[in-house]
């Protein structure tokens, strides 16, 4: 049974076997929670099927958060995307997707969070435009979700995905890390380009701080999200070109705990610095909450 606290030995065990990440985890937790294929895989289809909705959902045009700080940025980037853009409707779809269900998100609604819910948008916005704008099986995205997770196991077992311990980069950059792996397997990469992917999207962001407005996962959050859709894909184009990654992936996450645990608490999700400190971030926080 695999423990997740190496993705090089997920990728030594998927290689040696002659098959994917996703199907090494499958019949893996299959075995240690003594359940089905079947059911697991129905249970990821059902985590699929969320994470349409709250892209659907989320990308309303009068869709408002609580507070107000967010919402209506993902409908309007559905709508400029039909123009093309800059780097086409097929990215800008994405960032669509990603700003659609962290919004949802911020306005209580259901999601799921992967790893969190702070970044909840960047599986979603990647895994599902290559489902849906590529035309690629359900199954395949499916299948995916499982390579993430796994990945994302990993993470939080070396080192975290927690805002509070390590800084946004532990929740957009895990986020980010295990999109960048799951849109690698879509592709067809092998299981060690998974891996440079994964370690290539975490360097790509390491160092990024949780400074939450007002200690809500709103501003810079949802914004984050999109951010975090751009480096996934940079880093599974590079990875599927065959690049790799200098630095082996289990070192990079070794360093992002380290990076994490050298983070000043102002900068862990208290609200206390960062953005959060600016005066328009303070006066946002009087306003909201009457302090």
């Known amino acids: 049974m695999l423990e ?56 309303v045009q009068n869709l408002k958060s609580t507070s107000g700080l967010t919402g209506g940025d993902a409908y309007k980037m559905r709508e400029y995307s039909k123009t093309g853009g800059l780097c086409g409707s097929f990215f800008g779809n994405s960032l669509a997707r990603a700003l659609a269900v962290s919004e949802y998100n911020a306005a209580m609604g259901k999601i799921v969070a992967s790893p969190t819910a702070g970044s909840c948008g960047i599986l979603p916005g990647t895994v599902l435009s290559l489902m849906e704008e590529r035309s690629l099986p359900e199954d395949r995205a499916v299948m995916a979700l499982f390579t993430a997770g796994a990945f994302g196991m990993v993470i939080a077992t070396k080192a975290s995905i927690s805002g509070a311990q390590g800084g946004c980069q532990a929740e957009c950059g895990s986020a980010s890390a295990m999109a960048a792996a799951a849109m690698v ?76 645990d050298s983070m000043p608490c102002a900068l862990k999700e208290t609200a206390m610095g960062g953005l959060a400190a600016t005066p328009t971030g303070i006066r946002l926080k009087q306003e909201i909450f009457g302090e």
């Open 4 to 59: 997740y606290n190496s993705i090089a030995v997920l990728v030594e065990a998927a290689t040696e076997q002659n098959i994917t990440i996703s199907e090494l985890v499958l019949n893996d937790q299959a075995e240690q929670t003594e359940t089905s294929r079947e059911d697991l895989i129905t249970h990821m289809r059902d985590n699929l099927h969320v994470m349409q909705d709250a892209v659907k959902e989320g990308s």
């Open 185 to 260: 397997e879509m592709a067809g990469g092998s299981p060690e380009m998974c891996a440079h992917a994964c370690a290539i999207a975490i360097k790509n962001q390491l160092g990024l701080v949780c400074d939450p407005i007002a200690g809500l996962v709103e501003v810079p959050c949802v914004k984050r999200n999109a951010g975090g859709v751009a480096c996934a894909f940079t880093a599974a184009e590079l990875a599927l070109a065959g690049i790799k990654s200098v630095i082996p992936v289990d070192e990079v996450i070794d360093a992002m705990r380290e990076v994490g």
